[in-house]
Antibody
Framework: QLQLQESGPGLVKPSETLSLTCTVSDASITSSNYYWGWVRQSPGKGLEWIGSISYSGTTYYNPSLKSRVTLFVDTSKSQFSLNLNSVTAADTAVYYC?????????????????WGQGTLVTVSS | QSVLTQPPSASGTPGQRVTISCSGSSSNIGSNNVYWYQQLPGMAPKLLIY???QRPSGVPDRFSGSKSGTSASLAISGLRSEDEADYYC???????????FGGGTKLTVL
């Protein structure tokens, strides 16, 4: 069954770029029925959608983060990646990747399944 | 401040039925499907309910979802100790052009 695994540095300095990769295994990343998304959870707080990308590279970003976020996809490696630039302490969070299902008639939904185990990224000098 | 509003906590004793509410607006719950997630301590969220009231395979039928107008609810019947977790609702928000999550409800099994 589909599995996702995040990877990347656990510590990033303020003002630098946070870069994470999600590797998809045991399923194809190239289906047109869903997107591949990133969601973060700040310590002790709730969930925040960062953005999602299709296998063909179509991207959708949370407007609150759009100016700092870029998503990439590499279908040959079954991977998709997140870059978040100009980070501050407020970007310290557990970052999850997840399969993001499309709606019946729209690209979007609140449907994420499954999720990766998550990776903690701390922004600190 | 979360897009969707949930009570911060809920509790019940084993065997009881507990309901968790999720309040939104016409731009999210009022016009889009609602999803529910369970997050066990130290774990990633897990899909519990999709499209308002559908259960993925493997989710016990003790869990049920409903939606009316701009509000949704998650009901857990026959409460068990392993249900102790954080529960989140989610829906697309047309005004924000983003997925909105509730702030989460911590369920305690007494």
């Amino acid at each position: 069954q589909l599995q996702l695994q995040e990877s990347g540095p656990g510590l990033v300095k303020p003002s630098e770029t946070l870069s994470l990769t999600c590797t998809v295994s045991d399923a194809s990343i190239t289906s047109s029925n869903y997107y591949w998304g990133w969601v973060r959870q700040s310590p002790g707080k709730g969930l925040e959608w960062i953005g999602s990308i299709s296998y063909s590279g179509t991207t959708y970003y949370n407007p609150s983060l759009k100016s700092r976020v870029t998503l990439f996809v590499d279908t040959s490696k079954s991977q998709f990646s997140l870059n978040l630039n100009s980070v501050t302490a407020a970007d310290t969070a557990v970052y999850y990747c997840a399969r993001h299902f499309s709606g019946r008639t729209t690209w979007y939904s609140g449907w994420f399944d499954p999720w990766g185990q998550g990776t903690l990224v701390t922004v600190s000098s | 401040q979360s897009v969707l509003t949930q009570p911060p906590s809920a509790s019940g004793t084993p065997g009881q039925r507990v309901t968790i509410s999720c309040s939104g607006s016409s731009s999210n719950i009022g016009s889009n499907n609602v999803y529910w997630y369970q997050q066990l301590p130290g774990m990633a969220p897990k899909l519990l309910i999709y499209r308002n009231n559908q259960r993925p395979s493997g989710v016990p039928d003790r869990f049920s979802g409903s939606k009316s107008g701009t509000s949704a609810s998650l009901a857990i019947s026959g409460l068990r100790s392993e249900d102790e977790a954080d529960y989140y609702c989610a829906a697309w928000d047309d005004s924000l052009s983003a997925v909105g999550f509730g702030g989460g409800t911590k369920l305690t099994v007494l």
